[in-house]
C-alpha cells in the first residue's frame, strides 16, 4: 500500500551507537575509523554537539586538519556545542596548520567582544602575541617536494625541549620520519632522544624504531616499552640502595637516587651493562659518597657488595662520565 511515506525504518538508537562506537576508537588511537563512524552519526542529527566535537577530535587525530578546522568552523558559526571547548580545539589546528593570520582575527574579536572566561583570558592573551609574532617572521623559502612542517626549526635545546612537550596534544604521525631521524643519531641530544621515545609511548606508536645513543643501539617498539622507572634493574637498585642507605643517612641516598634518575632517563630505553644489580648499587653508593664529599673506599664497599674492585672502579668511571653530559636548561 503506497500512503507516501517512506518505508526506510531507521534503527533504533542508530545515533547513540554510532557515537559509541566512535568514541571507542578514539580511545583506542583508531582515528581514522572513529571520523567514519561519527560521520555517520553528525548525518543523522547535525545539531548535536557532542558528535560534532568527538568528528573534531576524531579528524585532527587522524591528521585530518583541513576538514577539522572546516567542522570546528562550522560548529562556532552554527553555535553547536560548547563554544569555548571547539574554540580551543579549532585554535590548536590553526596553530597545527601554521595559520596565524586566522587566529589573529578570530582572537582580536573575541577580545574585543571582551566575552572570554576569565581563566582562559590569559591563555588567549598569549597565543595571540605568538601569532602576530610568527606572522611578523619571514616565511622560509620551500624546497620542491617540502610540506613546510617541520618538527624542529631551531638548534636551540631548550626550545627543542618546549616543542617536545607539546606533542603530547598532537598527532604525531606527519613528524614521526623526522621523530626517527633524530633518536637514530648518535650526536643528537640523550634527554631529547627519550622525551621522544616517550611521546611515542604515550601515543601508542607500534612502528619499530632504531635507537642510537650513549654508545648503544638497537629496534624498539614503543608500544611495548616498559616506562623508565618500573624497569626490573631500576626497581631493584632503588630498593637495595633504599636498605644500605636510606635507614642510615637519608640525604644521601635522597642524592643517589636523583643521579640515578637522572642516569636512566638519558639510558633509555638502554640500562647500564651488565645487568648486575650488585655491582650498580655498589657503583652509586660510592659515587654518592664523592658527590656528598666523602671517602668512597672502592675495595670495602665491593666487598661488601660481593663485587670485583677493578669491575666497580670501571662502573663508576662509567657513571662519571654520563655525569659529565650536561642537561638542557629547562
Known amino acids: 500500500m503506497k500512503n507516501g511515506k517512506s518505508n526506510v525504518v531507521p534503527f533504533p538508537r542508530l545515533k547513540e551507537r554510532l557515537l559509541e ?3 571507542e576508537s578514539i580511545s583506542q588511537k583508531e582515528y581514522k575509523e572513529a571520523a567514519a563512524l561519527l560521520r555517520q552519526a553528525r548525518r543523522l542529527d547535525h545539531d548535536d554537539g557532542e558528535i560534532g566535537i568527538a ?6 587525530e587522524a591528521g585530518d586538519y583541513e576538514r577539522a578546522k572546516e567542522q570546528g568552523r562550522q560548529m562556532l558559526r552554527e553555535g553547536t556545542g560548547d563554544y569555548f571547548e571547539i574554540l580551543d580545539l579549532f585554535l ?17 574579536a573575541l577580545l574585543e567582544e571582551k566575552e572570554a572566561p576569565p581563566d582562559k ?15 611578523q617572521m619571514p616565511k622560509p623559502e620551500q624546497e620542491p617536494g617540502q610540506t613546510g612542517r617541520k618538527l624542529f626549526e631551531t638548534e636551540n635545546q ?25 633518536i637514530r643519531d648518535p650526536d643528537e641530544h640523550p634527554f631529547i632522544q627519550t622525551l621522544l621515545l616517550n611521546v611515542l609511548k604515550e601515543q601508542g606508536i607500534t612502528d619499530e624504531f632504531e635507537v642510537q645513543k650513549l654508545g648503544k643501539a638497537g629496534a624498539v617498539n614503543p608500544k611495548h616499552l616498559l616506562p623508565i622507572f618500573e624497569t626490573q634493574l631500576y626497581n631493584l637498585l632503588i630498593t637495595r640502595l633504599s636498605r644500605d642507605v636510606e635507614q642510615k643517612n637519608p640525604t644521601l641516598f635522597a642524592q643517589v637516587k636523583t643521579v640515578l634518575d637522572r642516569h ?13 644489580p650488585s655491582l650498580w648499587a655498589a657503583a652509586y653508593y660510592s659515587m654518592g659518597l664523592k658527590l656528598f664529599g666523602q671517602e668512597a673506599y672502592l675495595d670495602k ?9 677493578d669491575a666497580l672502579l670501571e662502573a663508576v668511571r662509567y657513571l662519571e662520565s654520563l655525569e659529565e653530559i650536561s642537561l638542557p636548561n629547562l
Do not use: C, W
Open 21 to 23: 562506537r566512535g568514541l
Open 92 to 108: 590548536m589546528i590553526l596553530v597545527q596548520l601554521g595559520e596565524h593570520e586566522e587566529i589573529s582575527s578570530t582572537l582580536h
Open 301 to 309: 664497599i665491593a666487598m661488601y657488595y660481593s663485587v670485583e674492585p
Open 55 to 60: 568528528y573534531m577530535i576524531a579528524l585532527y
Open 264 to 276: 636512566f632517563f638519558l639510558l633509555y630505553p638502554f640500562e647500564p651493562e651488565p645487568e648486575d
Open 121 to 135: 583570558l590569559d591563555h588567549y592573551e598569549k597565543l595571540l602575541a605568538f601569532s602576530e609574532k610568527r606572522m
Open 158 to 182: 631548550e626550545e627543542q625541549i618546549l616543542r617536545v612537550s607539546h606533542l603530547v596534544h598532537e598527532n604525531i604521525r606527519p613528524y614521526l620520519d623526522e621523530i626517527r631521524a633524530y
